[in-house]
């Protein structure tokens, strides 16, 4: 009785191809029969890849999973640098498609067991003479493992038009590979028992063709057919991404605010422990001093609060917080990019955040207008 396999043959696919995109850094990625979109799924999470694109013939199956490609709340909320656009598209491999091209990986899982043989011309000349990528990876059933599935006669799956012995596909892939000037290595996954390796191969044979000819510029040879586009687009998704300069400032207002409050309640901490100290100015381990931070009661247009308020610099907001340097790049970029946003509440010299010291609605408990600390508000217009 054989065994299941663990993880999955379908995990086991998938998890090639991912495996092949982290050593390799492809830039754009196109999956052809792309079905439930579970490979498009994993693949998104490896940014790297700034084009990635399915196409299947099954446009209602598309459209069922398509939305499950959509950015998650965490690329929103921390969005990088890397730029990813997903596409979806309804279409025939065996038909070219100018928007194919140029592709540095395209991955058949699976695929072309279901076409016609009549389809395996026009496919080859699709994907390997017009669309011309840079590597090519197929994976199909070696039909030598099927004894071992108990109960199995025929094919594995109803709609599978032919499965291959080793040699079959081999000779298959050799031939692509003399018309269209690629390199062949063959694997695969799903094991067969010890023992029975070299007699029987993996369960799912694979192929990695490389292209071989590239012209003078740098550029794959390919057909150079006149130019079609018949697939429908079905859905198409950009990621955010921080060289959007809105998705920038957004993000530079949030982090700078969380910072703010963060330095704002550690001062307010530090005043109640010492208020009975002569000197109230404390070093942060971070090289800041708390000293910058104090009361202001001078108006504030945006406040309409009738409680103080807290003014935290913006030099020391840079100085805290690696990010915010690291993505402005600069202090006067940082203010550039925030100084008009409704959220953030500065100084007339634009050189500080303004904060209410309590939430509206709270009562302070440790009424600090006595201490002594309400008076450093006056040098505010000074700083």
């Given at each position: 009785m054989l065994q299941?396999?663990?993880p999955s043959l379908h995990t086991q696919r998938h998890d090639f191809v991912v495996d092949f995109v982290r050593r390799n850094n492809p830039k754009k990625v196109a999956d052809l029969g792309c079905g439930e979109c579970s490979l498009l799924g994993k693949l998104r999470f490896h940014r790297q890849i700034k084009l990635l694109v399915g196409v299947d013939?099954?446009?209602?199956?598309?459209?069922?999973?398509?939305?499950?490609?959509?950015p998650l709340s965490t690329d929103y909320l921390q969005p990088t640098f890397d730029q990813l656009c997903v596409q979806l598209y309804q279409g025939s491999v065996?038909?070219?498609?100018?928007?194919?091209?140029?592709?540095?990986?395209?991955t058949s899982i699976e695929l072309i067991e279901h076409l016609p043989l009549d389809d395996l011309e026009p496919f080859s000349k699709v994907v390997f003479g017009y669309m011309a990528p840079q590597t090519v990876i197929i994976?199909?059933?070696?039909?030598?493992?099927?004894?071992?599935?108990?109960?199995?006669s025929g094919f594995r799956h109803s709609d599978h038009k032919f499965e291959w012995t080793r040699v079959e596909f081999q000779s298959w892939a050799l031939n692509v590979c003399s018309e269209f000037g690629y390199k062949a290595e063959f694997t695969g996954v799903g094991r067969a028992p010890p023992g029975q390796e070299q007699r029987i191969g993996f369960c799912t044979q694979i192929g990695v063709f490389h292209r071989l000819m590239v012209d003078r510029d740098g550029h794959m040879f390919g057909d150079n057919a006149e130019d079609n586009y018949p697939y429908t687009l079905l859905y198409s998704v950009t990621y955010p991404s921080l060289r959007d300069n809105n998705i920038l400032r957004k993000f530079l207002v949030s982090e700078l605010l969380c910072w703010a409050e963060k330095l704002k309640k550690e001062w307010l901490e530090k005043l109640t422990d010492k208020l009975e100290e002569a000197n109230?100015?404390?070093k942060d381990e971070r090289g800041g001093e708390y000293g910058d931070i104090f009361w202001t009661n001078s108006p504030v247009p945006q406040c309409h609060t009738l409680h103080r308020h807290v003014s935290v610099p913006l030099q020391l907001l840079w100085t805290c917080c690696p990010k915010l340097r690291e993505l402005s790049g600069s202090l006067s970029n940082l203010r550039q990019l925030i100084v008009d946003d409704p959220q953030i509440k500065m100084n007339r010299q634009r050189s500080a955040v303004i904060l209410c010291s309590l939430e509206q609605g709270d009562e302070d408990p440790n009424d600090l207008t006595d201490s002594g600390y309400a008076e450093r508000s006056h040098v505010e217009e000074e700083h």
């Open positions: 299941l396999f663990k013939q099954n446009g209602a199956k598309l459209r069922k999973k398509m939305h499950g490609l959509a065996t038909q070219k498609d100018a928007r194919f091209r140029g592709f540095d990986l395209v994976s199909t059933p070696n039909s030598e493992f099927n004894p071992l599935f108990p109960g199995l109230p100015v404390e």
